[in-house]
Each structure stands twice: as C-alpha cells, then as structure tokens.
C-alpha cells in the first residue's frame, strides 16, 4: 500500500529559493508507485499546499493535515527539503515529533545544534584523526573587535554568521583593514557570528547517511573554484566551480576520511543524509573539519545527487531508502 508523503519547502530565510529548487529535485524523483506525494510550502504566513488547478489549501497545524474538499489527507511521513529556518535548525523537526510525524532528517536537537557552527566543532572536537580551525565566536559587535580579534588569530580569516548555510553573508578576510565590513555583512545575516583562521588545503565535502545497513559514507567531491572560497555563487552557479566526484584522495586518505566523517555522524547523532565539508591540510593532510549541513541541497547543481550516482545508484532510490529508514 502506498504511504502518503509531504514534501516541505519554502522557508523562513534567504535560502528558501534553493529549498524551492530542491524540492523541484526531489519531487520528480519520488517514487510514485510507493509514495503519494503533496508538496507544502512553508512561509512565515501560510503553510499550504497547491493543486493541478492552482488553488490553495491551508495546512491545519493541529495535526499538519489537509483538507481537500471532503476529503482530509493525513501524511505518513514527511520529506524535509526546506533549507535554514525551519527546516534546518529544529524548529520543524520539533513540531512534527509533537504531531507523531516521522521524517527524513535529524531530529530537532541534532538540528539545532549543528545549525550553530560553533557548538558543532566542541562536539566533533576529539574525534580521532579530526581537527578544528582556531576560532571565536562572537555575540555583538563593536567599534575594537577588529583588534580584539587579531589578538588572537592569524590572517587570513573567514568570517561567517555562526547560524545558516549556502554561505550567505560570509567572507574571506585577508588584510585586518577588510574584517570589519567582514563582520558587518556577517552580523547582517545573525546574532552570532564565527571567525576562523584559514587552513590552507584541498578542499573536500562528502555525503554521509543513515541506509537500511547503517551508515554509509557517499564518494567525496573535491572543490576547485575560481573563487576565493565556496561561497554562494560557486554553490550555485554552474561552471564557477569545478567539482571533481570521487575526490583526489590516495587509499589511506579514503579509508581515513570514511572513518573520520562516520564517527563524526554518529556523535552528533545524525539521521537521514548530511553533508561534512572538510580540507586536508597542504603539507600534513590533516583532516580539518568545516561544517555539517543537515539539509544539504538536492538541486540541479548541488553534490549529493552527484555523489549518489558516482555511487552507482539512481536518486529515486536513494530517495526511497531515506524514506523507508525514516518510515520504520
């Protein structure tokens, strides 16, 4: 028997047009020989869902159902493609645990705290073979902080707010006369913003997930970008950025970047697919870890579906084992 799903999109931030492009992914790749699918999209006014003939039908929040004329919909599941808040950071998470919902991502507490990029790198911090950029995180900023923060760390810099992704409102700083336009554009973005010293190195992001035999590490893809760093043009503009999937690593590199991510997934008790971004340092191969996102992008140009088929899979299966796991 066919489960009903309800694929979420839209959003609350700046990310919402690529929660939308995702969702147009995931929508065509869904198997509809085992799963009904109706697409909700989440604003901050409305959460509804849009018929074959154009019209809107509101979500009833009480038990995130739907009416559509006498006929109520109730969901199995849901599919999470809605990017930063509220689908990133728990807040959706939280609700549907509290409506009985199961779903395809982290639940609402991993979610929250891998949102903070901050709180993220204390957690992974001791995992064996990882290690974490210099950093400070900050909560206000001020007329000295450019200063108090070259106390401390090493130029070049990133800076970059400490909540979100798709490196909206980050920057690379190389000279102490741009950090604080740096940090102006990043507290734009948030309440809290990180600064890390550079790790100078190969570039690297890989998808991790949780199958039916556990978890499981995807091929890595290796970021070259004509860019400065991979920020948001080089996310999602096609040919700003060359991604190379399997990434350049010897066996030893491969063996030790699966064990490392993996052990990184299960501590932070992840579920569904994530994406770790890493860099080998040059000289050392040190695995630097960057970030996680817990709703990485399944766009026309994002990498999971890439690595998914490197993997020698089709995405509606890819899909289909996400929502079974999720399901069980």
């Known amino acids: 028997m066919k489960k009903t799903i309800a694929l979420v999109t839209g ?28 697409k909700i999209i989440i604003t901050r006014e409305h959460w509804y869902y849009v018929d074959e003939s154009g019209i809107k039908h509101v979500i009833d929040k009480n038990d995130f159902s739907l009416q559509i004329k006498d006929k109520k919909i109730t969901f199995d599941g849901v599919f999470i493609g809605l990017h930063g808040s509220p689908g990133e950071d ?18 609402a507490i991993t979610s929250a705290i891998t949102m903070n990029k901050g709180y993220t790198k204390a957690i992974v911090n001791g995992v064996k073979d990882l290690h974490v950029a210099r950093s400070v995180q900050l909560f206000e900023n001020h007329e000295t902080l450019s200063a108090e923060i070259l106390q401390d760390l090493k130029l070049p810099l990133f800076v970059k707010p400490n909540n979100g992704g798709s490196s ?16 102006a554009k990043a507290f734009k973005e948030d309440s ?4 890390e010293e550079f790790i100078k190195g190969r570039e690297f992001t890989v998808g991790v997930y949780k199958g039916k035999e556990g978890i499981k590490v995807l091929p890595a893809t290796e970021i070259v970008t004509s860019k400065e760093f991979f ?32 052990e990184a997934y299960r501590k932070l008790n992840c579920g569904g697919v994530v994406r770790i971004d890493y860099i080998l340092e040059e000289g050392s191969d040190n695995f630097y870890f960057i970030e996680v996102n817990t709703v990485p992008g399944q766009t026309a140009t994002s990498l999971i579906p ?8 089709t995405i509606k299966d890819f899909y289909t084992e996400l929502l079974e796991v999720a399901l069980k």
């Open 11 to 38: 959003g609350f931030t700046g990310e919402s047009v690529i929660s939308l492009k995702s969702a147009e992914v995931i929508d065509s790749n869904i198997d509809r020989e085992l799963f009904d699918v109706y």
């Open 90 to 107: 728990g807040k959706l998470q939280g609700y549907f645990d509290m409506v009985g919902l199961p779903y395809t991502t982290c639940d």
């Open 168 to 183: 909206i409102g980050m920057s690379k700083v190389k000279t102490a006369e741009e950090l604080p336009e740096a940090l």
């Open 192 to 195: 809290q913003v990180l600064v």
């Open 231 to 262: 920020d948001f043009e080089a996310k999602y503009t096609a040919g700003v950025t060359e991604e190379i999937t399997p990434g350049r690593m010897t066996a030893d590199e491969l063996a030790r970047v699966e064990r490392v991510v993996a």
């Open 306 to 313: 890439q690595q998914v088929q490197i993997a020698g899979r």
